[in-house]
Every structure is written in structure tokens, then in C-alpha cells.
């Protein structure tokens, strides 16, 4: 079963809004990061605007792969005819059908620019579905270690509450009784405060998850606690040359450097005009009929615009285009070194922090408590085991989640399709 927070800290960390009296009433049943997760892919709005795009790319591909439509010309007029004696007047029209006929490989070159802005949407979605499943990962995990810090720090709280309830029966004579008083209830006040913070944070938590999931604001969650496992992972040197082949932003800069060499292909090939071709017909009476049939031809004639400028510019552009993989690249092996050495030095002191050691810590605060009602232990070493309790359960839980979003990190930009970091569900004792 899960711990919650209790409904008069609900009430006083959101101010008394309906929204807390919400989220203090209704008992949620506790969902898992991993499920978190696979629900966010499937409900995300801004899924649906990758989607649309590979769509419209798609439409895109099948535009480029068509001939452009025949144009027909109609003309039609009065002819009149005069010579000596000899004057006539009568209807005369003519019609053609032309049409334009691309040089051999325009359409294919369009086709393959096409292509690949299909593959760019496609490779745009898989990146955003990736960085989704990380965000929602590390903000489940979150807001899990913000629930057990609102919950510990209560329960800290409480048992300074239960102390100065046994203090006050006391016979109060003297200073020291009445200092010990005030210094845990300035200790109580402290860890109200801690239980507070934890409370806001976890709010502002699940207000970024819900929109992540597409869902309310004020919907109500409560996540699973998950143990992460961190393995060793391979060198940094590996580690770059993984994230240069499979990253997700150096298959899209090589893929815009291939759309844009393509594109300076195209700007090459179409210095040469369109040749428009197809019959026409004509035929005039006046006084006598006269008919006329054949094949026209036209061609634009590249005097003033011979496609020198375009090819310009598009050369410009791949230069830019190879330009930013470089720096693309350079900024991967950067931002891989810097999560590498974050999950290492973190997942270097979590092997240090043994599940015993915390066990041992709340094992002493619950010894503490008991031999201070006795007057065995100072009330300066029982107010400094309770707080030191809830900063290392803090400070465990802040590496943690380190460790986690660098490994999430480093999922990312090596575009591994397998979790470095794998969770075990463990539910948290009541």
C-alpha cells in the first residue's frame, strides 16, 4: 500500500483550492513510471502534430511524382477577307493542347527530395517520442522522491509534535526543561516547513506530467516508487562513437545534408527550360474554309534568368548544411562526456550508500525517540539524528534521480533502443 500525505498538509501546502481538496479526497490507484510512460505516447497532443507532418510529407511525395497538368489554348475571333471586288466575313477559331515534358531525371530528383522529407518526419517523431519517455520517466521519478520526503518529513514532524506534548506534561522548572521545549518546537517548525516544500514540489511535478500525458492539470496521480538498477556503462570514447551513428540529430543533419545536395542537383538540372509540346488546330471561313493542323513546340529561353543564381544559393546552403552536422557533432561528443561523467560519479556513490545504512539511520530516530521520553538521550543529539535522517533520505534520493536523468540523458544521444537504466516496481509499505 502507499503512503500519503495527510489531508491537513494537502490543504496547507495548496492554500485550500479545490484542486487539493481533490487530490486529498480521491484514493488513486498507483501507476508505474514504466506505464506512465506508454500512457504519455499514446495520449500526447503534440504527437499528433509529428504525425500530421509525416502526412503532409507523404502528400508531398506524391505531388512531386506527378506530370505537370497539359495546358490547353483556345482562340476564337471574326476573320474577313478582301480583294478587288471580293469581300467576305466569317468565324475563325483555333485550339491546341500542350504539354510540358520535364528533362529526363527533374521528376526523380523531386521524388527523392520528397523521400527525404518523409524520412525527416519520420526520424522528428521517433526523436520526440524518445525525449517524451525520458521527461516522463524522470518527472515520475521525481515526483515519487517528493511524495516520500512530504511523507518522512510529516512523520518527523509528528513525532516532534508527540515530543512537545510530553514536554509540556512535564514539570517545567528550571531553563533547560523550558529550552529543550523551544528548540523542538523550533525543530518542529522546520520540518513543517520541509513537509510544505515537498508538498508544492510534488504539485508542480504533477502539473508537468499531466500536460506531458495530454491530461488536466488538476487530475490526480500517484506513482509507483521504482528502484533504478545502473550498470556499468562502456567508455566516453564509445559512448561518442555510438552517439555519432545512431543519435537522432545526426540522422537528421546527414539527412538534410543528402536533401540539400539533391536539391543543388535539381537547381543544376533545371537551367535547362521545359520543352512544351502537343497538336493544334485552327480553322477560319470566310468566303472559303480553311483548316490548318500540326504540332506545336515552345521552350522558355534562358536569357535573363539561366539558373546561375539558384545553383549559387543552393551550394550556400549545403556548406551550411555540413557546417552544422560539424557542430552537431561536436556538441553530441560534449553533451555525451558531461552525462557520462555525471551517472558515473552518481552511480560511484550510490554503491556507497547501502539499503542498510538508511535502514540503520530510521532504526536510530525510532531508538532516539523512544530513550528521549526516557531523559536518556540530549535533546541537541535527538533534533540532529531526526533532521540528519530526513537530508540523508534527501540527499540519496537527489543522486538517484541524478544518476537517473543522466542515464535517460545518455539514452538519448546514443539512440540505443534498449534502457540503460531498468526499473523493478516495488510497492512502498504502508
Do not use: C
Not at 3 to 28: D, H, M, Y
Amino acid at each position: 500500500m502507499y503512503r500519503t500525505l495527510s489531508f491537513n498538509l494537502i490543504l496547507a501546502a495548496l492554500s485550500l483550492t479545490p484542486v487539493g481538496l481533490l487530490l486529498a479526497q480521491e484514493k488513486q490507484e498507483p501507476m508505474s513510471i514504466d506505464k506512465l510512460a506508454a500512457q504519455a505516447l499514446a495520449t500526447n497532443p503534440e504527437i499528433k502534430f509529428y504525425e500530421s507532418e509525416i502526412a503532409a510529407a507523404k502528400a508531398g511525395r506524391r505531388v512531386a511524382g506527378q506530370l505537370r497538368n497539359p495546358e490547353l489554348d483556345l482562340e476564337i475571333g471574326q476573320k474577313r477577307t478582301s480583294g478587288g471586288d471580293f469581300s467576305a466575313e466569317g468565324l475563325a477559331y483555333a485550339v491546341s493542347v500542350a504539354q510540358p515534358i520535364e528533362w529526363p531525371g527533374r521528376i526523380g530528383l523531386r521524388k527523392a527530395i520528397a523521400n527525404g522529407d518523409i524520412q525527416l518526419a519520420l526520424l522528428g517523431l521517433e526523436r520526440f517520442k524518445t525525449r517524451l519517455s525520458g521527461e516522463i520517466r524522470s518527472l515520475a521519478f521525481r515526483l515519487s522522491t517528493a511524495q516520500d520526503k512530504a511523507v518522512i518529513a510529516e512523520e518527523v514532524s509528528n513525532r516532534f509534535n508527540g515530543i512537545k506534548d510530553v514536554l509540556v506534561q512535564r514539570e517545567t522548572g528550571g531553563v533547560t526543561p523550558l529550552l529543550e521545549l523551544r528548540a523542538i518546537d523550533a525543530a518542529s517548525i522546520v520540518m513543517e516547513k520541509a513537509a510544505f516544500e515537498a508538498a508544492i514540489e510534488m504539485q508542480k511535478v504533477l502539473l508537468e506530467l499531466n500536460q506531458l500525458m495530454g491530461r488536466r492539470a488538476d487530475n490526480p496521480l500517484v506513482v509507483m516508487r521504482a528502484e533504478y538498477d545502473f550498470p556499468e556503462t562502456p567508455s566516453i570514447g564509445e559512448l561518442m562513437t555510438e552517439a555519432l551513428t545512431n543519435n537522432y540529430r545526426m540522422h537528421i543533419r546527414r539527412a538534410e545534408l543528402a536533401q540539400q545536395g539533391l536539391r543543388v542537383s535539381l537547381a543544376k538540372h533545371e537551367r535547362y527550360p521545359t520543352i512544351t509540346v502537343g497538336p493544334y488546330y485552327s480553322q477560319a471561313k470566310a468566303g472559303e474554309r480553311e483548316r490548318e493542323a500540326g504540332i506545336g513546340l515552345s521552350l522558355e529561353l534562358p536569357i535573363f534568368r539561366n539558373g546561375k543564381a539558384n545553383i549559387t544559393q543552393e551550394q550556400s546552403r549545403r556548406q551550411q548544411a555540413q557546417a552544422t552536422m560539424q557542430a552537431t557533432a561536436r556538441e553530441l561528443e560534449r553533451e555525451v562526456a558531461t552525462a557520462a561523467l555525471v551517472y558515473k560519479n552518481s552511480r560511484k556513490r550510490l554503491q556507497t550508500w547501502s539499503p542498510e545504512r538508511i535502514q540503520s539511520l530510521q532504526e536510530a530516530t525510532e531508538l532516539a525517540d523512544r530513550h528521549y521520553r526516557l531523559g536518556a538521550v540530549p535533546v541537541a543529539t535527538y533534533i540532529e539524528l531526526q533532521q540528519n535522517y530526513l537530508e540523508a533520505l534527501e540527499a540519496i534520493n537527489d543522486v538517484k534521480a541524478e544518476a537517473l536523468e543522466a542515464g535517460l540523458e545518455l539514452e538519448q544521444l546514443i539512440g540505443t533502443s534498449q534502457s540503460l537504466v531498468k526499473t523493478e516496481s516495488t510497492s512502498r509499505p504502508e
